[in-house]
């Protein structure tokens, strides 16, 4: 499996479309993007209740936005008024729309989110800020494969390489439904043989973010476009 890191094209939110069978849509934002409707009125009260006293904090905001943006668009696509929407989960906690053909999948730090929306086909999503620990290789005994260590410690820049490998993993995770899972070694991107198929099975973009951050997706179908928009202050709908 290639784990490099890609450097993708993100193009301004004001050509964003619905998509469809062709195309598989990532939507990149943050504190400065400029939605095309104000995002509080898009959240529902229990999801202003469980923001509680956050829903002013960076933090909060980011994840205000992420919801409603979320809601927005797959009102958009289902042609329904966004508030009327109910989401489940699964018992992994991952998001779906009850008889709907619009998968999705989330993901957020302190200061950006990433979605991803596609139609047929299950999405996994992760973005995370990389930053140096001492707390690396304690994480890396405990939740990479001896074959993932050995990439993480095969390059100069040990700390893009562990993330490369935490997004991928994550995101594989969420698009297979599995969630997060006791014995993550066993989940190895970079296994041979039995296991490397069913993992081959996936498609793996991984990529730096506008703002610098490490994601990855992945998705179920190798032939459809991936388009990456960036929901900038300047995007226009």
Known sequence: MNMNLLQVNWVRGDEVVVPDNQNLFVFYGDNSSVLPFHWP???TDKEMQTMGGHASSSVGKIRGMARAFLRYYCALYLQKPPLELIFHTTESGKP????CGLHFNVSHTDFSFLIAFATKQ?????LERPFPSPDLPDVMAY???AAEIEFVQSGDD????FYTI???KE???KATGSGLVDHLPEVDLLASGEAQSAISRFRFHSFFSPGGEIGCLVSGRSDTEICFY????ASAF
């Open 230 to 233: 960036h929901l900038s202050a």
């Open 166 to 168: 935490w997004t991928a």
């Open 143 to 145: 939740a990479f494969s």
């Open 41 to 43: 009125d898009y959240l």
């Open 122 to 126: 299950p999405v996994g999503i992760d």
């Open 158 to 161: 040990t700390t893009s390489r």
């Open 171 to 173: 995101a594989y995770l």
């Open 96 to 99: 779906y729309l009850p008889g």
